[in-house]
């Protein structure tokens, strides 16, 4: 059964910090892993998806790589912002979407 | 384009009332699903449907029934409400799916509560 750990579960930084956080899964027969930002009280918001055959995908501040051989994602935020505290989660793709239970991530001036 | 809504946002519950949760997408997207989010558990899958008329179990489905008569909407319903249904329930909606590997577009959530 595939299983989505995410470390840290919290995390808080001052501002300016370049962040890693980890997403590890037991499966690698994955077709794709998702990151996912939630606001407290809302939806998520996809970030970055990187299909199984990609190592990393990039968006602005946030990079995301995957190594499927030892089931491991990290997503950098580079520079981080007060606006990027939120839960960040991580989702591997097998026929469903298996969710990791996320970081908590806070950014403080 | 409002995405996915999902009405109501709050909802509280006596034990053994039943009620309806709706999800509307102006997408077109074919593939809905129905997530319950838990603290320490993360999202869980409970339904979901590939296209108009058709719906699947997902990984915790019991307790819980859905319906897809037409492709904007996914309804989610609960017929006897139990305690242990206490949660935010997530509605997403993608275009391929998820072996077709394309996002899920999520919408707000709802928040019941089960007395």
């Known amino acids: 059964k595939q299983e989505v750990t995410q470390i840290p579960a919290a995390l808080s930084v001052p501002e300016g910090e370049n962040l890693v956080l980890n997403c590890s899964f037991t499966d690698s027969a994955i077709y794709n892993l998702q990151w996912f930002r939630q606001d407290p009280g809302k939806g998520l918001t996809s970030l970055l998806l990187?299909?199984?055959?990609?190592r990393e995908q990039t968006s602005g501040r946030l990079n995301a790589s995957l190594d499927k051989s030892s089931g491991r994602s990290t997503l950098y935020i580079a520079a981080s912002q007060p606006g990027d505290s939120a839960t960040y989660l991580c989702?591997?793709?097998?026929?469903?979407?298996?969710f990791g239970t996320g970081t908590r991530l806070q950014v403080f001036p | 384009n409002a995405g996915v809504t999902q009405t109501p946002k709050f909802r509280v519950l006596k034990t053994g009332q039943s009620m309806t949760l709706l999800c509307a997408q102006d997408?077109?997207?074919?593939?809905m699903y129905w997530y319950r989010q838990d603290p320490g558990m993360g999202l869980r899958l409970i339904h979901y449907s590939v296209g108009e008329g058709t719906t699947a179990k997902g990984e915790v489905p019991d307790g819980y029934n859905v319906s897809r008569l037409k492709k904007q909407n996914f309804l989610l319903g609960l017929e006897s409400a139990a305690p242990s249904q206490t949660s935010v329930y997530f509605c997403a909606s993608s275009y391929l799916g998820e072996v077709g590997a394309d996002t899920q577009y999520f919408g707000p959530g709802t928040r019941l509560t089960v007395l």
């Open positions: 997408m077109n997207h074919e593939y």
């Open positions: 990187i299909q199984s055959s990609q």
């Open positions: 989702a591997v793709n097998t026929d469903k979407l298996i």
